[in-house]
């Protein structure tokens, strides 16, 4: 159980285009899903808590213009990085909490690597 | 002072010995506590939870939790060159998002 799926799982794509990344939670349904961003040999950084239903929670320093967020479902949310620099080239980690349960463990996809050229 | 400190490492244990990973936290809100492993390139994996105080096992993982000194652990029993990996502490304190360290990277030589 506790499955999260990511797709796609790498992209390249030119500067200034826009790339969607989608995350799903495969059995068991997700209120709350987080978006994470990680830089070669660096901790993992949070980006932005995205809540079912309503607007994204970003943490500070992060672009919300920038990083679009849609939690459409109990099961999909979606990162768009709008207008992608070769800056914004990185491992983009998705997790989900499970709704139905009150613990807190957040459960990893299996992240998207995006190269911007 | 970081939220949630780690010793960077890396940690180097032979196969078969114990590998002791250590975490100290500073808020003492802090309610829940977790271990994940990320190899090289992937994804966190949770490995261990733990929510009170005292050891809780999982096969050949242990996590131990002292609230009073703001101290979680996770002991690796017959550590295994395939747990050769960087582990991440994680701390709740109540609210949806977790808080990581910034990992240790643990070595298991054949």
């Known amino acids: 159980g506790a499955v999260v799926s990511q797709h796609p799982s790498w992209v390249i794509c030119k500067s200034g285009t826009s790339v969607k990344i989608e995350c799903r939670s495969l059995?068991?349904?997700?209120?709350?899903m987080f978006w994470y961003r990680q830089f070669p040999k660096q901790s993992l950084m949070l980006m932005a808590t995205?809540?079912?239903?309503?607007?994204?929670?970003?943490e500070q320093g992060v672009e919300k213009d920038k990083f679009l967020i849609n939690h459409a479902s109990l099961t999909l949310s979606t990162l768009t990085v709008t207008s992608a620099h070769p800056e914004d080239s990185s491992f983009y980690i998705c997790?989900?909490?499970?709704?139905?349960?009150?613990?807190?463990?957040?459960?990893f996809g299996p992240g998207t690597r995006l190269t911007v050229t | 002072q970081k939220e949630v400190e780690q010793n960077s490492g890396p940690l180097s244990v032979p196969e078969g010995a114990i590998a002791s990973l250590n975490c100290t936290y500073s808020d003492r809100v802090s309610q829940s506590f977790f271990w994940y492993r990320q190899y090289s390139g992937k994804s966190p994996e949770l490995i261990m939870s733990i929510y009170s105080n005292g050891d809780k096992e999982d096969g050949r993982f242990t996590a131990q939790l002292n609230k009073a000194s703001q101290y979680v652990s996770l002991l690796i029993r017959d550590s295994q060159p395939s747990d050769s990996a960087t582990y991440l502490c994680?701390?709740?304190?109540?609210?949806?998002?977790?808080?990581f360290g910034t990992g240790t990277r643990l070595l298991v030589s054949p």
């Open positions: 059995d068991f349904q997700a209120t709350t």
């Open positions: 995205s809540n079912e239903g309503s607007k994204a929670t970003y």
């Open positions: 997790s989900a909490r499970d709704s139905s349960s009150s613990a807190y463990e957040q459960y």
């Open positions: 994680a701390v709740n304190r109540g609210f949806q998002k977790l808080v």
